[in-house]
């Protein structure tokens, strides 16, 4: 038994350190639902969330749920409770990516075109890559499922990466902001993504 536990202790570290890293970005959503239930100040910034909010708190929910369910599922845990939080992990992850492509689409921000685009894109991607895990799993083709979630996983959690890369940012650079910031919050999803490249080549998910 003491064997068994020490063998399953590092792989517990993927799903611990995935959830930490959602960590701040659920601190900025449930600011951000406080401010939209608590009737904060209305800005500039966030008229838009104030005017449609549903769309806002859908994404906040949803991508709560998504990076701590989805981080479980590298956990050692049998492959009873991996189907049934499968089940709650692919409609949550299409719920967060939809509505941000809806926000994208239809919400008067003050972001740039570079953001936009980077949005439209990787939401479209993370929408393929959930349906093709789905699918692959109705056809018991366990590594391309495990493939494609582990893509769609990457992109739905790069708001983590997106904000530790602002604030290594920072203490250099000074506060980015403009086309700086869009890069960089590109770069969050891409440095995720060859993240998970790696990992899917990796003997652990074979």
């Keep these: ?45 966030n008229a838009r969330f104030f005017e449609a909010p549903v769309p806002v708190v859908l994404h906040i929910f949803s991508a709560s749920v998504y990076c701590v369910l989805g981080a479980l599922q590298f956990a050692p845990l049998r492959r009873t409770w991996h189907r049934n939080a499968g089940r709650v992990v692919v409609p949550c992850g299409l719920t967060l990516a939809l509505s941000g492509l809806w926000m994208t689409l239809f919400y008067e921000s003050p972001d740039g075109v570079v953001l936009a685009g980077f949005r439209l894109v990787f939401g479209t991607a ?36 997106q904000a530790l890369l602002h604030v290594l940012w920072i203490p250099f650079f000074g506060t980015p902001t403009g086309l700086t910031s869009e890069l960089l919050i590109g770069s969050g999803w891409v440095i995720n993504l060859l993240v998970a490249e790696r990992a899917i080549r990796s003997k652990e998910i074979r």
Aim: aromatic letters at 4%; hydrophobic letters at 55%; a positive charge.
């Design 1 to 45: 038994m003491t064997k068994a536990i020490a063998r399953a202790r590092p792989r517990w570290r993927v799903p611990a350190a995935l959830i930490l890293l959602s960590v701040v970005p659920m601190i900025g959503g449930a600011m951000r639902l406080a401010d939209l239930g608590g009737g904060g100040p209305v800005t500039a910034d």
């Design 126 to 161: 993370m929408v393929l890559s959930l349906v093709l895990g789905f699918t692959a799993i109705r056809q018991r083709d366990i590594l391309r499922h495990r493939a494609w979630m582990i893509r769609g996983y990457a992109i739905g959690i790069a708001a983590g990466t």
